[in-house]
């Protein structure tokens, strides 16, 4: 019966060999590794529930007066594309349901592959020959935070249209085509024509994932064609891969981590609001709210908003890069640059530019490490800057005290970071006192001429590149 | 006795992490290459959670079709119907299917080997011999760099129907000399709507309300307190002042005014941004006082006549966000 399936494929496509290799595929085991498994299957059910909103989100201005469901905004104007979302969550069966889902996957989807991001870093998976695929990795992290966005400001709600009006200012404010740039998205001055909402909305559910999608291909294809990389360990080799073979058992596993994951996903959506768009009413360019705050995945860029000091370059006059250029457009592009650039920096650093098939634990290269926890301390505290206004209203610390504070941290906390991370690393390396990796022990043997010989030293990567960085 | 200390703590933890291994490990014998782990007591445990799995979907639909479809209850219903799925699947896949580790060995590519070698040479040598013979290579490439440049010009030009060219769209405003302001419902702005440390959102009268250049802000003051620099001596009859409500730093609207009620102490009259707390001193025609705005948010020299608000003039600077068109004073 399979054998005859099989045959009935191998002889219209050929695929026989193919088939035989890849249910024998072999999956190493680690727990790190199922971050990008969860961002893959966050994306999947982002396409299902996002396909679910399409069949009634309507992305109109044109103007309504609303008389539905939700009593408090009954006579309120607002835009098509707002009352649709509306309806959606209150007169759609399963429709806020979805909403929600589809907010908390795009949530996850973003964290998932920055924590995945985090892991090729500090393992240094991203080495010769994944160095591609990790820049490949790299566009679809910018993609899924341009994604993010722009499916946040497609419902019209105030939020969604203050984050708008950010959004152009920040387009503005680029040198000296920056006026153009906005007119051209927007189709004029902000808040832009009704053809702005057009573009948005297919920029969301067309543009954007099919390149996603495309690049996800792209990275699989470019995981299988080398195979997985794997940390040490007995029987383990740059030249082999050793774990579970992609069927019965790893397949069963994966599926079970997708519905795993989108049982997560479901059960925040149900029982775990997020954008009550009904509570923050339509937008209008002259209305704004205090406290407002953006998905988490552009904290970052709000707090060095609010960071940068009031300084703008002027030429002749003109105001050549206004303020928002440095935390809307510097900011990221000096983050995402120095990640796009760090594997040729290391390459050269370490004058090593050898395959590498088995993954570095942290500790292994100390800088590596150190740099990457002090980028990433660098960014959070610019993130939690973002959040100062919040801390004054709950906490009461006084706002301008604690830009100041975050002014100074974000450059004192990335170089403690940095030492720090260092110094931790080289000490764990020095000692071996991972629980894992055994004794650590060096084996001796007294040899006949009363001296000792050394044995077998295990599992010790530090040991053999201690020479080094140390 | 610290060297003792430490073995102790070293022994001690290396036990404490053997025990979790263990316990996470607990009744499995190391991996041999194929192990077929199926039993009853697995495959019964498999089979309930797939029919739990299965009710819960079938609870969902219910929910979906009598229960109003309340959103709580369907996410869990949802939920436990994948989860349930879901570690049917992972029990499957951990103790009724055979469990076996594979050795791979890696393809390698682009090490120094020979055939390797070999092969990239080939490739090198295809390409480079796809010009053989010919003579005008520098024509050819001149030929083709033009061909690419035209329809590269071609393919981007459409780009430009998306939107008007900048020239002055970004500059229109409706306030001229006389202009009056209204209210969101169009009624006309009266001086004696504001008492001191009040504030008020108004837009020029015939405007398109979403306009940026048509909201503003309007607060009082006491008229002793204003330190306006002299050409603007005139633009706040009886103390009070019009600002455009969109901030100067990233176009947010301004909504928050903050009037001292204990002037000894308190900073002076401001209004503010709630997006990234740029703070505009009302005192001083809007001079910026804190945050990242760099220009001042532009003001609106006003006149009363009959008791009503009229723009006395245009705004005093761009509105909305800096861009390389718009002028400063440095």
Redesign the interface.
């Known amino acids: 019966m399979i054998r005859r399936g099989v045959r009935f494929l191998d002889q219209r496509t050929g695929a026989g060999s193919i088939l035989s290799k890849a249910l024998r595929y072999a999956f190493p085991d680690h727990w790190t590794f199922l971050f990008g498994e969860i961002a893959l299957y966050s994306f999947l059910i982002l396409i299902a529930t996002g396909i679910y909103l399409t069949l009634f989100f309507e992305p109109s201005t044109s103007q309504v007066v609303y008389h539905g469901a939700y009593a408090p905004l009954r006579g309120h104007e607002m835009s098509r594309a707002y009352e649709s979302a509306l309806d959606l969550s209150f007169n759609v069966r399963a429709g806020l349901l979805m909403r929600q889902v589809h907010h908390w996957a795009a949530l996850t989807f973003v964290a998932a592959i920055v924590v995945h991001l985090m892991r090729i870093f500090f393992t240094g998976a991203f080495r010769k020959p994944r160095d591609l695929n990790y820049y490949v990795g790299l566009t679809m992290l910018t993609l899924a935070v341009l994604e993010g966005y722009a499916g946040y400001s497609l419902l019209d709600d105030l939020l969604s249209g203050m984050g708008l009006a950010i959004g152009n200012g920040v387009a503005l404010s680029i040198p000296f085509i920056g006026g153009q740039v906005g007119t051209l998205i927007w189709g004029g001055r902000f808040p832009g024509t009704e053809a702005f909402m057009s573009r948005l909305f297919i920029a969301h559910v067309l543009l954007l994932p099919i390149a996603i999608g495309s690049l996800i291909a792209v990275h699989l294809a470019m995981v299988a064609t080398p195979h997985h990389t794997q940390f040490r360990g007995r029987g383990r080799k740059e030249s082999n891969v050793v774990g579970t073979p992609l069927w019965p058992a790893y397949a069963l596993r994966s599926l079970g981590l997708f519905f795993a994951v989108a049982a997560v996903l479901f059960a925040l959506g149900g029982l775990v609001q997020i954008n009550p768009i009904w509570q923050w009413g339509p937008y209008e360019t002259y209305l704004g709210t205090n406290g407002a705050q953006p998905d988490w995945y552009l904290g970052w860029l709000i707090g060095a908003l609010r960071l940068m000091p009031h300084f703008d370059v002027v030429i002749g006059g003109y105001t050549v890069i206004p303020n928002p250029f440095w935390g809307g457009i510097l900011f990221p592009l000096v983050v995402f640059g120095f990640l796009y650039a760090w594997p040729a920096i290391e390459r050269r650093l370490e004058g090593d530019s050898a395959q590498h098939n088995l993954l570095d634990r942290p500790r292994d290269n100390p800088r590596r490490t150190a740099i990457g926890v002090a980028l990433f301390a660098w960014v959070s505290t610019i993130f939690f800057a973002g959040s100062a206004d919040r801390a004054f209203v709950q906490l009461g610390v006084p706002y301008e005290g604690q830009l100041w504070g975050y002014r100074a941290a974000s450059f004192l906390i990335p170089v403690a970071a940095y030492f720090l991370t260092r110094r931790v690393c080289e000490r764990l390396r020095e000692s071996e006192a991972h629980p894992g990796s055994g004794s650590g022990a060096q084996v001796l043997a007294r040899n006949r001429k009363g001296g000792f010989d050394q044995l077998e030293t295990r599992g010790a990567p530090g040991v053999i590149k201690s020479d080094r960085g140390s | 006795m610290r060297a003792r200390g430490a073995r102790l703590f ?1 022994w001690l ?2 036990i404490a ?2 025990g979790v291994l263990l316990w996470l490990r607990r009744g499995k014998e190391p991996l041999p290459e194929r192990d077929l782990p199926a039993s009853p007591r697995a495959e019964k445990a498999v089979a309930a959670l797939l029919f739990g799995s299965g009710l819960a979907g079938a609870g969902f639909a219910l929910i ?1 079709a009598f229960d ?2 309340n ?6 219903a ?6 349930l ?6 029990v ?3 103790s009724v ?15 120094p080997e020979a055939d390797r070698q070999a092969e990239l040479d080939t490739a090198s040598r295809t390409v480079r011999e796809s010009v053989d013979g010919i003579t005008r290579r520098r024509l050819l490439g001149a030929a083709g760099g033009a061909a690419a440049l035209g329809l590269g010009a071609a393919a981007a030009a459409p ?2 129907s ?5 020239g002055d ?2 500059r ?1 405003s409706p306030w001229r000399d006389g202009t009056p302001l209204v209210d969101e419902n169009s009624r006309a702005v009266l001086a004696d709507d504001l008492t001191v440390g009040g504030f008020l ?1 108004a ?1 020029a009268a015939g405007s398109d ?4 250049a ?2 503003l802000v309007v607060v009082r003051v006491r008229p002793e307190e204003l330190e306006l620099p002299p050409d603007r001596a005139d633009w706040a009859p009886e103390g009070l002042l019009a600002f455009s ?2 901030c100067t ?8 005014f903050r009037y001292p009620l204990f002037a000894e102490r308190s900073p002076g009259p401001a209004l503010v ?6 703070t505009f001193d009302v005192l001083k025609g809007g001079e ?1 006082v ?6 001042p948010l532009p003001q609106l020299p006003l006149k009363i006549e009959g008791g009503r608000l009229l723009a006395a003039g245009p705004l005093s600077g761009a509105v ?11």
């Open positions: 070293r933890w290396r992490i053997a979906y109003e479809a959103t709580q209850l369907l996410g869990v949802a939920a436990a119907a994948l989860g799925l879901a570690l049917a699947l992972i499957a896949s951990q299917v055979p469990q076996e580790v594979v050795t791979e060995e890696r393809p390698r590519f682009a090490d780009l430009a998306l939107g008007p060219r900048v769209t970004l229109e959102t837009f309300k979403d306009d940026l048509s909201s409500k969109i730093h990233a176009q947010c609207a301004i909504n928050l941004c709630p997006c990234h707390y740029s910026r804190f945050g990242p705005a760099v220009r909305g966000a800096s861009w390389g068109g718009v002028r400063e004073e440095s």
